[in-house]
């Protein structure tokens, strides 16, 4: 069982990121629309991520816009009790009003896993 955290329709996932002995911890909001999983740059600043030597490519949001993120591999994204190695997320750069999330838990990660979420009482089970 993982504790999330519920605004309104919003879930805030905890993960933990790990890259070259850096480690972090950071909310996640749950997207099962997004195809990727995806990072803030300051939270790949955190873990010291190079992204001058990231491949860049061109992801659609909401509504259709075409921005640029760097994909990078991590070496390991952990939710709840899965630990998934050599994780390939996205980097972009938020815009903005500030958020109370990090990035978006998309469905690269979450494809294949069981779940259920209690949103009164806020937590994610896992089967």
């Known amino acids: 069982m993982t504790k999330v955290t519920v605004i309104g329709n919003s879930v805030l996932v905890p993960?933990?990121?790990?890259?070259?002995?850096?480690?972090?911890d950071i909310q996640l909001?749950?997207?099962?629309?997004?195809?990727?999983?995806?990072?803030?740059?300051?939270?790949?600043?955190?873990?010291?991520?190079?992204?001058?030597?990231?491949r860049k490519v061109q992801v659609q949001v909401v509504g259709g816009q075409v921005i640029e993120a760097h994909m990078v591999?991590?070496?390991?994204?952990?939710?709840?009790?899965?630990?998934?190695?050599?994780?390939?997320i996205a980097v972009i750069q938020h815009t903005g009003p500030r958020v109370r999330y990090?990035?978006?838990?998309?469905?690269d990660v979450l494809r294949g896993l069981k779940y259920k979420i209690d949103l009164e009482k806020q937590?994610?089970?896992w089967e």
């Not at 993960?15 to 972090?24: D, F, I, S, V």
């Not at 390991?76 to 190695?85: A, E, I, Q, Y």
């Open 123 to 125: 937590f994610m089970l």
């Open 73 to 88: 591999t991590l070496n390991s994204l952990t939710v709840g009790p899965h630990t998934k190695n050599n994780a390939r």
């Open 15 to 24: 993960a933990t990121l790990e890259y070259r002995g850096n480690q972090t």
């Open 102 to 107: 990090d990035g978006l838990l998309g469905m």
């Open 29 to 54: 909001l749950l997207d099962t629309g997004a195809s990727w999983t995806v990072i803030s740059t300051e939270i790949a600043d955190r873990l010291d991520l190079n992204l001058g030597s990231a």
